[in-house]
């Protein structure tokens, strides 16, 4: 389309242009406080040039929040978030779309219901899952008496338990089981004609394998949209790994560990030194990451999303 | 190679039936086209032969086995699709060798039997292609390539020129029946496009709500048509088709033209349809069976012209050379000889035969 609006377009770049700054403005505070003294930082006014303590500031902060640890932890968890994520998904949607078995609409909605029960809702009774995931079991069979019966066959009293607490199984588990990807491949799985699959069962391949030879090639651009938000959603991740992980010198993430970078005057240091550009240097590192992905993936992500070019 | 029996096959969606008992019998290594109006069951009954849809009613037997439980790859069958329905990620030697790999063969054998098929089908500069880089003519034979490594004892194809242009649809037609030629195999071919049914088919099964109209050779189908319906589905332009009752033995009337037919045994008073094949009158008062036309428009299509008129009222179509002399508009008489009307029963549409015709059929 050819248009010739000089005015609107002076208009709407500068909207843009305006939109730009709102949004980079807290980020270069974030990178200029990094890059300052205790001292520099603690002067007003801010600063709007960087200064030259970049490098000390990282290294501090690397050390105080013990970032190594922290970041593979971080790194474990939003890769096993995304690829679990995707398998789950792909193979959902699957079967919601290409087979007709009874209670599939039902199994439609009950997908689709989780939706609307984002893991800050259901938070409390998911770490009662996580703390022993045969609860539910446990009192199915305490209800319905089996486990008294058991005692009383026995004479052993019947307590399943199996924790997630403080492991990577329990980091990722919950953040996996939602419905947001199932969605994606939904409606790229239903874009895909019905000759295709007819196509491969005349070729004699099995479900499984029209699964993994045609469906999985033909759905690289949406793995990898769905890999970018699913990273950077686990990535981001605060209130959950807060909670689950008891042991946070080992299992603690990334974003956790910013939260002892911040001086708070109620914190068990007492308050402490204010050295804000300590923190602003960890913001960077944590950041970093997600970034890069968002960077490297960003071109399958963007084609991922608007449209199968098939 | 294998023969096909299709025994009263019924298939039905919930309450809907679609094909009402189809009774088929197809030769080892004939071509067989179905034809039929959108929506006759013609796909689906090909689909039924696939495997693709379940059988609701009946059974369908290649080379001797009843297949109706058996899984499409079990069935020996081969299908060329509408859309083609390559895979987009593959390469063309992907998509040809994808059966064979499915099949377990290995690498080096599958190749060799790539390129053999590729090559017979025009395709070998195009292996390392995507099916997107493609024109439709090469997709259509990627999709017949396809098809032909596996050897099957069946080829099935579902419409597979109509998303083809006019130009490349009568090539590929003809490089179709060429191959059937070469390999022999037993082949089943769904249109609704007449023509292709009339140059492709061995025999011709024409079908119409979900019924069989006729089974024939495309002579028979045009020659001799058994129902009302074939009469006026085969033919283009089709054939003049009004409503006429018996006034006598081996006479008939309609809108006050008076035919004589060699048609025997006909009651008088009893209603017909008569058929008269624009191209089967003679322009010109020779002779009996005599009527005039007033036209009104007149087409060229280059080696015919087409005269569009009414004859006593109702619309009718005479097919002329292009080279015939004189006005192009106006009141013609014409001729209709009397082998060259057909009779149907007015309820039920079938054919009624002549003397000669029926003892062929009996024959």
């Not at chain 2, 209603?271 to 007149?298: H, K, Q, Y």
């Amino acid at each position: 389309m050819i248009e010739r609006t000089p005015v609107l377009n002076l208009v709407t770049h500068a909207v843009l242009f305006i939109g730009l700054a709102i949004a980079f403005v807290p980020m270069w505070l974030v990178f200029v406080a990094a890059t300052l003294s205790l001292q520099e930082i603690n002067t007003p006014p801010i600063s709007l040039l960087p200064g030259s303590h970049l490098w000390e500031n990282l290294a501090e902060a690397w050390t105080r929040a013990d970032l190594g640890v922290k970041l593979t932890n971080s790194l474990i968890m939003s890769v096993a978030v995304a690829a679990g994520k995707i398998a789950l998904a792909s193979i959902t949607a699957f079967a919601l779309v290409f087979f007709r078995f009874p209670g599939r609409m039902t199994a439609f909605w009950l997908i689709f219901i989780t939706l609307m029960l984002p893991l800050e809702v259901r938070i409390v009774p998911t770490y009662a899952v996580a703390a022993n995931v045969f609860s539910p079991y446990q009192t199915i069979l305490d209800v319905t008496g089996l486990s008294w019966l058991w005692q009383q066959l026995t004479g052993a009293e019947l307590a399943l338990e199996w924790n997630l607490l403080n492991s990577y199984t329990g980091l990722v588990l919950p953040l996996v089981a939602t419905a947001t990807g199932t969605f994606l491949y939904r409606q790229f799985f239903l874009t895909v004609p019905e000759e295709l699959m007819e196509a491969a069962k005349m070729d004699g391949a099995g479900p499984m394998r029209f699964f993994r030879e045609i469906l999985m090639p033909l759905s690289i651009t949406n793995m990898a949209a769905l890999f970018t938000i699913m990273f950077i959603y686990a990535w981001n991740q605060y209130l959950w790994p807060l909670l689950i992980t008891t042991d946070r010198t080992h299992r603690g993430t990334a974003v956790m560990a910013l939260r002892q970078l911040i001086p708070m005057s109620g914190d068990s240091t007492g308050g402490g030194v204010p050295d804000w550009n300590v923190a602003m240097a960890g913001c960077l590192i944590v950041v970093a990451p997600a970034l890069l992905v968002v960077a490297l993936m960003q071109r399958f992500f963007v084609r991922g999303l608007i449209a199968s070019d098939k | 190679m294998a023969d096909i029996d299709i025994r009263s096959v019924r298939k039905a969606y919930g309450k809907n039936q679609v094909v009402h008992g189809v009774d088929l019998s197809i030769r080892s290594g004939e071509f067989v086209v179905v034809l039929g109006p959108s929506g006759c069951g013609k796909s689906t009954l090909l689909r039924m032969i696939a495997g693709l849809e379940a059988i609701t009613a009946g059974e369908i037997a290649i080379a001797g086995d009843v297949v109706n439980n058996l899984e499409p790859r079990e069935r020996g069958c081969a299908m060329v699709f509408q859309n083609y329905a390559l895979y987009p990620h593959m390469t063309v030697a992907e998509n040809i060798g994808y059966g064979l790999k499915v099949a377990g063969l290995s690498k080096p054998e599958r190749t060799a039997r790539v390129e053999t098929v590729a090559k017979s089908l025009g395709l070998s500069e195009y292996l390392d292609r995507k099916p997107g880089q493609l024109s439709g003519g090469q997709r259509q034979r990627v999709a017949m390539g396809r098809a032909m490594i596996r050897e099957p004892k069946v080829f099935l194809f579902d419409e597979p020129l109509s998303n083809l242009d006019a130009k490349l649809r009568v090539q590929m037609r003809i490089e179709i029946r060429k191959l059937h030629n070469r390999l022999g195999t037993t082949s089943v071919f769904v249109t609704h496009d007449q023509v292709e049914a009339m140059t492709l088919a061995d025999r011709v099964v024409v079908m119409n709500g979900g019924h069989i109209e006729q089974v024939g050779t495309p002579e028979e189908i045009y020659r001799n048509p058994a129902s009302r319906f074939v009469a006026g589905f085969i033919g283009s332009p089709p054939m003049n088709l009004f409503d006429g009752r018996v006034t006598g033995p081996g006479e008939v009337q309609a809108h006050g033209i008076v035919l004589s037919v060699p048609h025997a045994g006909l009651k008088p008073g009893r209603p017909v349809t008569i058929g008269i094949r624009p191209e089967e009158v003679v322009l010109g008062a020779a002779g009996s069976n005599v009527a005039s036309i007033d036209v009104d428009f007149s087409e060229e299509l280059g080696s015919v012209r087409l005269l569009h008129g009414q004859v006593a009222g109702a619309d009718f179509v005479i097919q002329v050379p292009a080279t015939t002399a004189g006005p192009k508009i106006g009141r013609f008489s014409f001729e209709v000889p009397a082998r060259a009307v057909h009779l149907f029963d007015a309820e039920t549409g079938n054919r009624i035969g002549t003397a000669a015709s029926g003892a062929r059929a009996a024959a």
